[in-house]
């Protein structure tokens, strides 16, 4: 038995010498996981070890005696070990999702020892399996979610699941942007975090209004913050400046809002990991072979659907969410963010997870705070 590196508690793991271990650790910090990454990466590269019959150590000694002899890269080994782990994996009925993440971090193994892995075809497209189809997250499964998740995935979770943003650009959202946000929304200049943390009695009855461009497809647009969100992404930047964890202190706020624990912005990899985590902690459950349907396209899905079942506006639904739309109603909402915003605010009851009363910073909203 042996124990990796963890910032916060030991991992325990079976079956590996002295010399696995080593790789593992180097893999660990020269990835810099977190706790909750390494947890499931170490189960996918065990599941990998078994299917091929070797231990870390022994394919990476395989890996560099294979480089040495410069073999073509589609004539190694571990060429054949992806393939076939790809392929036990569509037998085990396993969702592409999840087929991709095992590869994912397979691959993040072997690339942390400077190993050149051939490219891996993975699936991209729509949703394949039929137990994927029409399973929605629903307010009551939201509210599971963040009641076992911490600060920071519950900010990530009301954000996306309120404003229709999607995972990327919540993780592009910058400090700046949402603090020239709050401070348009109540009138008042902020340009630090400690004025920040100063007007959130105002923040808590007003609705921001955020300029996001989708870099996906570069496209502009606009969508709002209600106060339930801006008071779950105040609750986690107040840990970043009084927490324990020095590493993730703000120091430029032109830098990402959401960060990892070593202070680096947030990545895909890391919500993905964290969201199918929480889902699992909060008893949430899918099908064998079905992606969890609490991930984090969920949430966006989740907006779309809600605004569209209950006012049935689908335009305004898309334009919220960074779907292109007719440039005649894009133009629109541009030229009259107001009327964007009170149609939003029919919508709003039906998104909130708190099941909040509008009407207090309704009429906050209809005075401007003047």
Known sequence: MVILISNNHPIICMNF??????????WVLRKDLE???????????????????????????????????????????????FLKMKKQLKNENKAEGTI??????????????????PPIKISRGD????????????????????????PRETALIYLMA????????????????????????????????????????????VILTVHITRKKVNYRYITFIPPEVTRKILDYLKERVKGCNQKIRINDY?????????????????????????????GLKKKEGAYSYWRAHAMRKYFISTIMNNIGDKTLADFLAGHKISDVDRAYWYMDPESLKKRYMEALPYLSIDKIDISEFNRENDHNLD
């Open 17 to 26: 010498t002295e010399d696995d271990q080593k790789r593992i650790d180097l």
């Open 35 to 81: 706790d909750s990454t390494i947890e499931y990466y170490i189960e996918f590269l065990k599941y990998y070890c078994n299917l091929v019959g070797l231990t870390p150590d022994e394919l990476i000694k395989e890996a560099d005696l294979e480089e040495e002899k410069s073999i073509k890269l589609r004539d190694r080994k571990l060429n054949f070990y």
């Open 100 to 117: 991709n993440l095992y590869i994912y971090s397979v691959k993040s193994f072997y690339d942390s020892m400077d190993i050149q892995v």
């Open 127 to 150: 949703i394949a399996l039929e137990e994927n189809y029409g399973k929605l997250i629903t307010r009551k499964d939201l509210s599971r979610l963040v009641s076992v998740a911490a």
């Open 162 to 205: 309120l404003s229709g943003m999607a995972q990327a650009e919540a993780r592009n959202l910058t400090i700046r942007k949402f603090m020239d946000a709050a401070g348009e929304a109540i009138k008042k200049e902020i340009k630090t975090i400690d004025d920040l943390f100063q007007y959130q009695h105002l923040l808590r009855k």
């Open 254 to 282: 032109d830098s990402a809002l959401f960060v990892k624990n070593n202070g680096e912005p947030i990545d895909r990899d890391v919500i993905v990991t964290n969201f199918r985590r929480i889902g699992l902690k909060a």
